[in-house]
């Protein structure tokens, strides 16, 4: 079983910083596509970013193109999503996401899951 450990989450003003972790137990054709989610009180989850080890082609969401970037370490099997500019509306509950395949993570159907770190945006 893939496990996915997050870490990074906290409270922040607006216009700061943050920076998130994933630790994934294995990479592999498993978990090949990683990425971010969140989800805030009363809304939908939605698709924040993601990476491949293989490529390592990046795909980002409206939202956080110019302000968030993810990327990868290969040597420690982390994924981490920098926020900067971080806004109020930023405010959610940060997930980790794992799938054989980036179409079917971006889905929102990704095969591995972690148990989300809370972000919030607050002066």
């Known amino acids: 079983q893939v496990q996915l450990l997050e870490s990074g989450g906290g409270l922040v003003q607006p216009g700061g910083s943050l920076r998130l972790s994933c630790a994934a137990s294995e990479r592999s054709a498993r978990t090949d596509a990683m990425g971010w989610f969140r989800q805030a009180p009363g809304k939908e989850r939605e698709f924040v970013a993601s990476?491949?080890?293989?490529?390592?082609?990046?795909y980002y969401s409206e939202s956080a193109k110019g302000r968030f970037t993810i990327s990868r370490d290969n040597a420690k099997n982390t994924v981490n999503l920098q926020m900067n500019s971080l806004k109020p509306e930023d405010t959610a509950v940060y997930y980790c996401?794992?799938?054989?395949?980036?179409?079917?993570?971006?889905?929102?159907?990704?095969?591995?899951w972690g148990q989300g770190t809370q972000v919030t945006v607050s002066s």
């Open positions: 990476i491949t080890w293989s490529a390592g082609r990046t």
């Open positions: 996401s794992a799938d054989p395949d980036r179409v079917g993570l971006q889905a929102g159907i990704p095969d591995y």
